[in-house]
């Protein structure tokens, strides 16, 4: 473990998904206690997208942004919000000088797969339709997201090839969640490390799937076929049940002619760049926003 972020673990509270009400309470608590973000350099606006019972976005629009991403916050389908992602969100948008699209996507277990994946496909959708309004190039689109949000990123890459949908630039998969199965190395050994572990996942999916079998929209690494789809930047944690799913994935794109950029960390754990005063997490944030700039090709 890197040594400035073990020095936080005995101050992580424990996460507990298979409650998902106390888990959205404890993260709206933490991100309440977190230092705001510097959105002096951009327009922050809330907006709702109508599609469904509407779906909550919130804009964040950087001076001279000539592309964008809609962005899917983490929270293993259960928590989270768009206040939650607010740092993350404005920071991204700071790093890389795109038009973040934060997505307010539905809870689960209230409202299981699909209902997550319909609204951040509404609002990529909605993205494509009013590129000229949020003054930026259509064919510089993104789709990326952290955990949760990153299987809905490489969801909507997965639909959107498959309905002729929008045109995606590139996707942002930050330690992606990708595998209902559950049988990777990672996901069978790291039962007992920080912040998120094999049983949080194992509740996540459960939240997310019910009882109805994984497709590959709602689990994306089930999908046999990667050809055609965006390129990727994908990023893994060292101790993280994740954490061999998101290289399989990578491995598998590249075999499928997709161009990939693959960064595995070390001695980070799922979640750990939220401890933002770490020089590994600030290294993380930062190659975020450089590798979303470097995927829409500013």
């Given at each position: 473990?890197?040594?400035?972020?073990?020095?936080?673990?005995?101050?992580?509270?424990?996460?507990?998904?298979?409650?998902?009400?106390?888990?959205?309470?404890?993260?709206?608590?933490?991100?309440?206690?977190?230092?705001?973000?510097?959105?002096?350099?951009?327009?922050?606006?809330d907006r709702t997208v109508p599609a469904g019972p509407g779906v909550p976005v919130r804009i964040y629009r950087p001076h001279q942004a000539q592309g964008a991403v809609v962005w899917m916050r983490g929270g293993g389908f259960v928590m989270g919000?768009?206040?939650?992602?607010?740092?993350?969100?404005?920071?991204?948008?700071?790093?890389?000088?795109?038009?973040?699209?934060s997505v307010g996507y539905r809870f689960a277990p209230e409202h299981r797969f699909p209902a997550a994946l319909d609204d951040a496909y509404a609002v990529l959708e909605w993205a494509a339709e009013h590129a000229a309004e949020l003054g930026v190039d259509p064919a510089r689109i993104a789709v990326g997201g952290h955990s949760a949000g990153a299987n809905l990123a490489a969801a909507l890459s997965l639909r959107a090839r498959d309905e002729q949908g929008p045109a995606i630039r590139f996707q942002l998969l930050n330690q992606p969640g990708l595998d209902d199965r559950q049988e990777t190395w990672s996901q069978r050994n790291f039962t007992d490390v920080p912040w998120f572990t094999r049983a949080n996942a194992t509740a996540s999916w459960r939240h997310y799937l019910g009882d109805q079998p994984a497709t590959p929209y709602a689990a994306p690494a089930r999908a046999t076929d990667l050809s055609g789809l965006p390129p990727a930047y994908i990023?893994?944690?060292?101790?993280?049940?994740?954490?061999?799913?998101?290289?399989?994935?990578?491995?598998?794109?590249?075999?499928?002619?997709?161009?990939?950029?693959?960064?595995?960390?070390?001695?980070?754990?799922?979640?750990?760049?939220?401890?933002?005063?770490?020089?590994?997490?600030?290294?993380?944030?930062?190659?975020?926003?450089a590798a979303l700039r470097r995927g829409l090709g500013g």
């Amino acid at each position: 473990m890197d040594p400035e972020l073990e020095a936080f673990i005995p101050l992580i509270p424990p996460l507990d998904l298979t409650d998902s009400t106390a888990a959205r309470t404890n993260l709206a608590e933490l991100a309440a206690a977190s230092s705001a973000p510097d959105t002096s350099g951009m327009v922050v606006e809330d907006r709702t997208v109508p599609a469904g019972p509407g779906v909550p976005v919130r804009i964040y629009r950087p001076h001279q942004a000539q592309g964008a991403v809609v962005w899917m916050r983490g929270g293993g389908f259960v928590m989270g919000d768009l206040d939650t992602e607010h740092p993350w969100a404005a920071r991204l948008a700071a790093g890389s000088g795109a038009v973040v699209i934060s997505v307010g996507y539905r809870f689960a277990p209230e409202h299981r797969f699909p209902a997550a994946l319909d609204d951040a496909y509404a609002v990529l959708e909605w993205a494509a339709e009013h590129a000229a309004e949020l003054g930026v190039d259509p064919a510089r689109i993104a789709v990326g997201g952290h955990s949760a949000g990153a299987n809905l990123a490489a969801a909507l890459s997965l639909r959107a090839r498959d309905e002729q949908g929008p045109a995606i630039r590139f996707q942002l998969l930050n330690q992606p969640g990708l595998d209902d199965r559950q049988e990777t190395w990672s996901q069978r050994n790291f039962t007992d490390v920080p912040w998120f572990t094999r049983a949080n996942a194992t509740a996540s999916w459960r939240h997310y799937l019910g009882d109805q079998p994984a497709t590959p929209y709602a689990a994306p690494a089930r999908a046999t076929d990667l050809s055609g789809l965006p390129p990727a930047y994908i990023a893994t944690a060292e101790f993280c049940p994740n954490r061999d799913e998101g290289i399989d994935y990578a491995l598998r794109l590249m075999q499928a002619g997709v161009s990939v950029e693959l960064h595995q960390w070390p001695g980070t754990f799922h979640g750990s760049q939220a401890l933002l005063t770490a020089e590994v997490s600030q290294r993380q944030n930062t190659e975020l926003g450089a590798a979303l700039r470097r995927g829409l090709g500013g």
